[in-house]
Structure formats: structure tokens, C-alpha cells
């Protein structure tokens, strides 16, 4: 059982590249989540989704992209990165609505911009 | 102001010491309060979860929440250097909210052999 797994798991990009961070869970979990982890910052909830199909922001979405095509899968897509969008990306995913689920990490993305 | 403030330490203590971790809140709405340890390099792993107020014991960790004081506490007994982590709390509305979680912005702890 692989839970929740982040592709890649380092990259490097110059500033203005695009690029796409996959997230896979094989929990059949209906909400999925991508955060983004900055020093003293905590985790800030970039975009979520409810269910395959439909994506909705979060605290910090500006300058990222997102699609759930599959319930399996979410993606991130920086369309012109910046160096303030070098941070550790950690994608989760819970199944629906009940009290006492808990949100499954995947063991994250570093992504540095230069 | 955030909604979820917590002290990021870093917080160094020896073997064997009582650790006191807190968080303070905002949003009255939280009903589902949770810690979250993170080793370094890794994704946070659910270490404790409370509903509403109360207290919550599970081994050597304790939860505490009071709700009419918008404060969460975690304690580690008998501290142990496998302690050693960042410790985050993460809160959450009612059902049907989407159950989006919010971060404190986490405690490193490490403790000394």
C-alpha cells in the first residue's frame, strides 16, 4: 500500500519555467490537497479538491494551477515559477466527511527557483 | 493576525523531561483539533486528535483542549530522544466544510540523550 505519493521528489527550475507536480493516492480518499511548507510559515493550502472533477482554492493559490481528472491523482502546475515559490510542496489526501479521519501526507516535493 | 498561532521554538530538553506544546486560535468555528508530528525531511504524520474540549491520552502523549479559551496543548511524558521532530497543530470546522485543515506553524523539539 503506497498511500499518498509525490512526483518528483526534487527539482530545480529557472525562474519563468513551467512545471507539473503529480500527486497519487491509491486510498480511493475523495478529498485531496496541496500545501505548500516555508520556514516559520507552517503549511499554507494552496488548492484542494472535493472530488474528481472539481478543484477550489485555498490560502495561497496565486501563481498555481490545478486538475483532478482522475480521483487518484492531483496535479500542480506552476506556469511561470518565481523564486518565491521555492518552498517543500506536500500533497494529502482523507476520505469523505467523518470525524476522526485523518489526512494522509505524501513525504513531499522540494522545489528550489532560481 | 493568523488564525492558528504557535510558538516554533526550536525547544531543546533532556531525556526523560515533560514537554509542553502549545497553540492558541481564533476562528470559534474549529471544532477538530489535531497534532501532527514531521520528522525531518518528511511528510507530517497524525500524532493526536481531540473533537471539542476535552483531554485525550494515548501512551506517553497527552491532548488537552479548551475551547472557551481557543487553546490546544500537547504534553510528552518521559521524553525521548525518537521525540525528536517538529511538532505541528492543525484544526478543522465542522463537517461539510471540506475538512480543510489549518496549520499552526510547528514546534521543533528535540530532545538530548
Known amino acids: 500500500n503506497a498511500g499518498v505519493t509525490q512526483t518528483p521528489k526534487f527539482r530545480v527550475l529557472k525562474t519563468g519555467q513551467s512545471m507539473t507536480l503529480l500527486c497519487a493516492q491509491d486510498?480511493?480518499?475523495?478529498?485531496m490537497y496541496w500545501y505548500r511548507q516555508d520556514p516559520g510559515m507552517g503549511l499554507r493550502l494552496i488548492h484542494y479538491?472535493?472530488?474528481?472533477?472539481?478543484?477550489a482554492k485555498g490560502e495561497v493559490p496565486d501563481g498555481y494551477n490545478v486538475s483532478r481528472l482522475k480521483k487518484q491523482n492531483f496535479l500542480l502546475g506552476l506556469e511561470s515559477a518565481a523564486p518565491s515559490q521555492t518552498s517543500v510542496y506536500f500533497c494529502?489526501?482523507?476520505?469523505?466527511?467523518?470525524?476522526?479521519?485523518?489526512?494522509?501526507f505524501g513525504q513531499g516535493t522540494r522545489l528550489t527557483v532560481v | 493576525q493568523k488564525e492558528v498561532e504557535q510558538d516554533p521554538g526550536p525547544l531543546s530538553v533532556p531525556e526523560g523531561a515533560i514537554v509542553s506544546l502549545n497553540c492558541t486560535y481564533s476562528?470559534?468555528?474549529?471544532?477538530?483539533f489535531m497534532w501532527y508530528r514531521q520528522y525531518s525531511r518528511k511528510g507530517p504524520e497524525l500524532l493526536m486528535y481531540t473533537y471539542s474540549s476535552g483531554n485525550k491520552e494515548d501512551g506517553r502523549f497527552t491532548a488537552q483542549v479548551d475551547k472557551s479559551s481557543k487553546y490546544i496543548s500537547l504534553f510528552i511524558r518521559d521524553s525521548q530522544p525518537s521525540d525528536s521532530a517538529t511538532y505541528l497543530c492543525a484544526m478543522s470546522g465542522p463537517s461539510g466544510s471540506a475538512r480543510q485543515l489549518t496549520f499552526g506553524s510547528g514546534t521543533q523539539l528535540t530532545v538530548l540523550p
Open positions: 494529502a489526501s482523507r476520505p469523505l466527511d467523518n470525524p476522526g479521519t485523518e489526512a494522509f
Open positions: 479538491s472535493v472530488g474528481e472533477g472539481t478543484t
Open positions: 486510498m480511493n480518499h475523495e478529498y
Open positions: 476562528n470559534s468555528a474549529f471544532q477538530y
